[in-house]
């Protein structure tokens, strides 16, 4: 290792590598519970519109190319670059991370869900407007990091307002978000993820602690986009769901979207008497119509 590349005495390398670390790790996880949640959505709504297909797989796109920047980030860090307080250092592709508009998309769509179910366009435009504000001073604050190449430059009054007014409108429109969906949906899970972030960054001014919540913004939205459109699916014979005595056979995931779709069920009996029988079908819909083959 060049000596110049040293750390120099006294400098917090651990309050940098730490949350660095934490956040990509976080991130390879959350990509990991994405791609099971776009698999699962693929396989079970194929008749979805195409706006609703283009939503998830946009941000499915997003993410992906988010994750390799942020995987060739890591390895420039911690591969071949470690020890190296220069490549510790290096904003790499973070300034184009940072300003990843997932979070918008994300508080988006659920202010349009809170519009469909309240009706209230102030509510929607507000929600758009912040998130929207959020958005901008992310991407400011990606061009001051671009421009400042080095994490140890980017303790600067202008940087700290960019970052400040980022964080602090996404955990805003987070938590009007939260507050609006209680009160006309349900209690949301909607994790406030920016709030945390815009307190470690408050608390700590002089320490990058606030970067781990920051990257796992853009995959939590994602992730939770995913899971409103997924709720839709039924288990069907589930633990929870299980109403009958007769066993039946999986049904098909394109059928478990709690439509009125007719069903076909076989009784498990039926299948173990080795097929020297004829197999009885019971159609279960609006009326039970029974059949041979």
Not at 7 to 31: D, I, M, R
Not at 39 to 49: C, L, R, S, V
Not at 62 to 75: K, N
């Amino acid at each position: 290792m060049d000596p110049g590349s040293a750390a120099p005495l006294g400098f917090p390398t651990v309050q940098v590598s730490g949350p660095v670390l934490l956040g990509e790790l976080g991130t390879w996880g959350l990509f990991g519970a994405l791609s099971v949640q776009v698999y699962t959505y693929y396989q079970a709504f194929p008749n979805d519109n195409w706006s609703t297909k283009s939503l998830v797989y946009l941000v499915s796109a997003i993410e992906l190319v988010d994750t390799i920047l942020m995987t060739h980030g890591a390895f420039s860090a911690f591969g071949y670059g470690f020890g190296d307080f220069t490549a510790l250092t290096n904003i790499d592709f973070d300034w184009l991370s940072i300003p990843i508009m997932v979070s918008f998309i994300g508080q988006s769509f659920y202010a349009y869900r809170l519009y469909v179910f309240s009706k209230s366009w102030p509510i929607f435009v507000l929600i758009l407007l912040i998130s929207l504000t959020s958005t901008i001073a992310g991407f400011v604050t990606g061009a001051f990091s671009l421009q400042a190449g080095n994490i140890a430059l980017l303790d600067t009054r202008k940087v700290a307002v960019a970052v400040g007014l980022w964080l602090a409108a996404s955990a805003l429109s987070d938590i009007i978000i939260a507050i609006c969906m209680t009160y006309y949906v349900s209690p949301s899970s909607q994790p406030l993820v920016a709030l945390t972030g815009l307190v470690l960054f408050l608390a700590f001014p002089d320490q990058s602690y606030y970067i781990t919540p920051s990257y796992l913004l853009p995959k939590l939205y994602a992730n939770c986009i995913l899971v409103v459109l997924n709720a839709r699916c039924q288990i069907v014979g589930g633990r929870a769901t299980y109403t009958s005595t007769t066993d039946h056979a999986a049904t098909p995931a394109y059928l478990r979207t709690g439509t009125t779709a007719n069903l076909v069920t076989i009784d498990r009996e039926a299948l173990s008497n080795g097929g020297n029988d004829d197999i009885e079908l019971k159609h279960t819909g609006a009326s039970d119509i029974g059949g041979r083959v």
